[in-house]
């Protein structure tokens, strides 16, 4: 399901902060991928696993080995053990995401990771109800150059994960 680089999530507005983490066994991440926390601070690919929080959005590592091949790709750990290396990410920037699942879509909703580049309004459709951030506003016209315009794309304001899950 992983799509191009130009189809991942679109990030706007400059970086407010930026950090990175070492990465948990046998990931990849793409850049423009949602990146979550597990209890240690270990970094996987967005999903509904339990014990994780938001992390952020995977960007590119500053000196890549082989830029060439990490054209698309923040950081290939795929059959390495924990601790391999570190994936770079920014954490407090508005970003636009494509929004699947219903759930009661609405600016200041609260939106839950789905996967590495989906989230949804839906808390009930996933079962850790990773917090995301909140919904600021739907995009339907003048998307950004290759973003989908058949997919519902919605403006996040990322949740500081000490405030994860508050209203």
Same mark, same amino acid.
């Given at each position: 399901m992983l799509q191009?680089?130009?189809?991942?999530?679109?990030?706007?507005?400059?970086?407010m902060r930026s950090t990175h983490a070492h990465v948990a066994a046998d990931t990849l991440f793409h850049? %423009?991928?949602f990146v979550i926390l597990d209890a240690q601070g270990l970094a996987s690919p967005g999903a509904?696993?339990?014990g994780h929080r938001w992390g952020g959005i995977a960007i590119p590592q500053r000196f890549p080995d082989d830029p060439d091949a990490h054209r698309n790709v923040a950081f290939n750990n795929t059959g390495g053990p924990s601790h391999a290396g570190v994936v770079r990410f920014e954490t407090d920037r508005v970003f636009l995401a494509e929004v699947v699942g219903g759930g009661t879509p609405?600016? %200041?909703?609260?939106?839950?990771v789905v996967d590495d580049e989906q989230l949804t309004f839906n808390a009930a459709g996933v079962t850790n109800a990773i917090v995301a951030g909140r919904a600021l506003y739907q995009e339907t016209v003048d998307l950004p150059r290759g973003l989908d315009r058949t997919k519902t794309w919605w403006y996040v304001d990322?949740?500081?994960a000490a405030a994860q899950g508050v209203p």
């Open positions: 191009a680089a130009f189809e991942r999530p679109y990030q706007l507005g400059r970086a850049i %423009g991928a509904d696993l339990a609405g600016a %200041g909703n609260l939106l839950y990322p949740v500081a």
